[in-house]
């Protein structure tokens, strides 16, 4: 009777969160497109930049361009994530005006969805006073506004991380078709969504699905056999690495390879608090995953299974001399993991693009996360992805946005150097 009433009031908690959503999110007449390209120009005193023009196009046709308002803000639509070529027009620049690197007057940019933001300086006279490299003098807004979109970041990647160093932490497995669970969390959202189903509902069913099918139902499909047949975890790993490539060009073949969008909220208007600019859809995001992220640290730490999970952790046969069913235990560890995934590839195909890779994509920054916080650890894993996620963005402040992942990754291996065993690291493995 306890676990139906618990149920129940799941149930009504999630209808509850739903109608909330709806009613903050309004009604869902989208833009032509999520993914968009911003900036800002300012010149040398401070004042904004009126007037430039700034091109984006593609090698297969693809052509738009934005005008710098009376703020100095730009806008240019993208039709998804992709190499765009990006052209300021130097032309448009004010008298005495001018690029402090020349090169930012055409350059490539990898854009994988949502918002991207590029940073332009100017500089007086004719420009070419920067020589191509070192740190951008950035606004104090600036760097608020970095800093809030890798928070936000780092909550997405945390979805994930916290999966992964659960199943790690009670398995021992390295699984790399985690981030492919992603992708079909935010897939199966996509075709419940196409079916006729809003997304707020579609959502929290397709992360329903993804926890039982891909994860209770893939751990007894496929790794409990395995583990009753005393299978390595080298070969695992090598099986997960399989899985995930099948798991990948099977979504590209039933979905196709081209990024798309769910039928609401695929375009949203921004919104200004203080110094930072940023959606709706992104805010509320953010705070259903800080809530999902509390509950299953709490579950972990109070609830007789999380205490379960603490001890199949530590010591799987002596937990299971004690009478503790460690299958179930597994069972339900990569059930709620699956749902935290599918949970993460919904809020990434809401606030950039669906695309049959955008697992594989934030692969390495979710293991980069889990092994930063601490492997096995839950707080760890939290802590590890708030961490790396903010890195990513401020590191396009010192290096091009398009190799900012690789500042992130770096300021791990310095960080392990120091402390090996990751910034929370410790001897139990969860908890």
Same mark, same amino acid.
């Given at each position: 009777? %306890?676990?139906?009433?618990r149920a129940a009031g799941l149930a009504g ?43 984006v196009s593609t090698e297969d046709g693809f ?9 100095? &803000? ?23 005006? %001018? ?37 951008? &003098? ?19 990647? %945390? ?20 981030? &492919? ?20 509902? %579609? ?229």
């Amino acid at each position: 009777m %306890a676990s139906r009433a618990r149920a129940a009031g799941l149930a009504g908690l999630l209808a509850l969160v739903a109608l909330f959503a709806g009613a903050i999110l309004g009604p869902s007449a989208a833009l032509a497109a999520d993914t968009t390209l911003v900036g800002n120009l300012t010149a040398p005193d401070g004042t904004p930049v009126e007037g430039v023009v700034i091109s984006v196009s593609t090698e297969d046709g693809f052509a738009e361009s934005g005008t710098t308002d009376a703020a100095g &803000d730009f806008v240019v639509p993208l039709p998804g994530g992709g190499t765009y070529q990006i052209e300021i027009d130097t032309t448009t620049l004010p008298d005495g005006i %001018a690029l402090e690197k020349p090169e930012d007057a055409s350059r490539s940019l990898l854009v994988l969805g949502g918002e991207k933001r590029i940073l332009t300086k100017l500089v007086e006279g004719e420009g070419g006073g920067g020589g191509g490299g070192g740190f951008i &003098d950035v606004t104090g807004d600036q760097f608020i506004q970095l800093l809030f979109d890798g928070v936000l970041f780092g909550v997405m990647i %945390a979805l994930g991380a916290l999966g992964l160093n659960l199943v790690f932490g009670t398995t021992g497995l390295t699984n790399f078709s985690h981030g &492919d669970l992603l992708t079909l969390g935010a897939f199966t959202a996509l075709l419940l969504n196409e079916a006729g189903l809003h997304i707020i509902i %579609a959502g929290p069913i397709a992360i329903v699905i993804a926890a039982i099918l891909f994860g209770w139902g893939q751990n007894k499909v496929l790794w409990r056999p395995l583990r009753r047949r005393k299978t390595g975890l080298i070969a695992m790993m090598i099986i997960s690495i399989g899985l995930a490539i099948v798991i990948r060009y099977g979504v590209a073949l039933f979905f196709g390879n081209g990024p798309s969008n769910y039928n609401q909220y695929a375009g949203q208007p921004g919104i200004d608090i203080g110094p930072v600019s940023t959606t709706p859809k992104a805010l509320i995001l953010a705070g259903l995953a800080v809530i999902a992220l509390t509950v299953t640290v709490i579950w972990v730490q109070r609830s007789r299974i999380g205490k379960a999970t603490r001890a199949v952790s530590d010591n799987p046969a002596l937990a299971s001399a004690t009478g503790i069913d460690v299958e179930r235990v597994i069972a339900v560890v990569w059930t709620v993991a699956a749902g935290l995934a599918a949970f993460g590839g919904v809020y990434l195909g809401l606030t950039q693009d669906n695309i049959w890779n955008m697992g594989q994509r934030v692969l390495l920054i979710i293991f980069a996360s889990v092994i930063l916080g601490g492997l096995g650890t839950v707080y760890g894993a939290i802590v590890g992805a708030l961490v790396v996620g903010v890195f990513i963005q401020l590191t396009s402040l010192v290096i091009p946005t398009e190799m900012k992942t690789v500042g992130a990754l770096f300021v791990m291996i310095v960080i392990l150097m120091i402390r090996p065993q990751g910034i929370l690291g410790r001897r139990e493995r969860v908890g």
